[in-house]
């Protein structure tokens, strides 16, 4: 007769058995679990890709050439000093106004009025930075008086040196930059750049755009973009644009007045002096027109100049 041991044949089976069944089905399912965590797939997964969140580039179409726009330099700030105010704004024809429902209340004018400065406006149709300019702002600026010196002194431009060799165009503003500092030693400078009508695109445009931020910041003087701030888009320029969109019309520089305020607010601590409502109900008849270098207290406006070309640029 065979031997059964004392576990051999009898159920249920022992406590040792169970507890050794037990052991075993652990340790089987630690080493799976180890073979699945740091197995194959676990090593190929792929990197972490770019943030989706991060800023869109001011480029508005996709067929655009690609560029990167520089940052801009409105991280500089200047701070106007308490009591009255005197400015200067010096441009092209966003200075002129040219395209509103009269001469004299474009958004140059109307930022003045609403910060409660007295200014001066110095805007030619057709000028720019490049030296081909008939008119160039070299040119220009060192004709300008200098005195009495304004408190501060806002230089707007760049739309009519989109064909400008960049080279030139690079040397002019830097030039058109150091001429105000040295005309006007104790006058805070603030740069405007050109916006985005529909006679050129953003890409078109961002060349200028980073030469003046990259000359402002060279010399240490607040850069206001209106390319990177997105001021006209494709959603909104026909609705601010004059007929033929070339030019801002009446809507268009209200519209451009509230965001230069709101700038020149941030970077150079202006504070408003007026309402909206007090701009839009004084008639540009009741203006009085001065000479570049002196100040007339409200709106004046602007000492324009029509240039040799017949062709529309700003």
Known sequence: MPVISSDEGNWPPSRSAIALAAFAVVVIAVVVYAITRLGPSHASQPPATADSSAPASPIESSSAPVATHTTPATALKVALPKGPVTATFFGDSYVVGYGADSKGIGFAQHTAKILGWNATFSGVINSGYCSSHPQSYVGRLK??????APTIFVLEGGINDVDCNPTDLATQIAASIKQIKTLYPSTLLVVLGPAVPTKYNAAQLLPVDNAINQAASAAGVPYISPLN?????????????????????????????TLLVQDLEQVAGATIGGTTADVASSPASSAVASPVGSATPGVTPST???????SPSF
């Open 229 to 257: 701030e997105l001021w006209f888009t494709s959603a909104n320029r026909m609705k601010y644009l004059s007929t033929g969109g070339v030019y801002p019309n009446q809507a268009g520089y209200d519209y451009l007045t």
């Open 143 to 148: 004709a300008l008086a200098p005195n009495p």
């Open 304 to 310: 324009a100049t029509a240039g040799p070309s017949p």
